[in-house]
């Protein structure tokens, strides 16, 4: 069982930064790649970003390239999401997920997910 913890969500002005992360505990952090995710109201989940295990390899939706990064930091068993740039339709609520994978370098970027956290609220203003 992996609990997962996001924080660093709030209210930001269109084109402001906020930086969230997602703590976990419960199993070796390392053996998880992690992934960001967000629903705004009304509108499916869907995928921003995914880390891999080793935290070598990367992949970001379209719609954020260039303005948001994941990283983690296997030893704070803590992965984070930098936003720049942030847009009023970009408000959302955000999650984080953990997949158990043997493989080092994959990244997903399904809901395929094993495990996931209650979300953080960000919220973009005109």
């Known amino acids: 069982q992996v609990q997962l913890v996001e924080s660093g969500g709030g209210l930001v002005q269109a084109g402001g930064s906020l930086r969230l992360s997602c703590a976990a505990s419960?199993?070796?952090?390392?053996?998880?790649?992690m992934g960001w995710f967000r629903q705004a109201p009304g509108k499916e989940r869907e995928f921003v970003a995914g880390i891999s295990r080793s935290g070598g390899g990367t992949a970001s939706a379209d719609s954020v390239k260039g303005r948001f990064t994941i990283s983690r930091d296997n030893a704070k068993n803590t992965v984070y999401l930098q936003m720049n740039s942030l847009k009023p339709e970009e408000t959302a609520v955000y999650y984080c997920a953990a997949k158990y994978t043997i493989y080092t370098g994959r990244v997903t970027l399904t809901n395929e997910y094993d495990y996931w956290g209650q979300g953080t609220q960000v919220t973009v203003s005109t």
């Open positions: 419960g199993r070796i952090f390392s053996g998880y790649a």
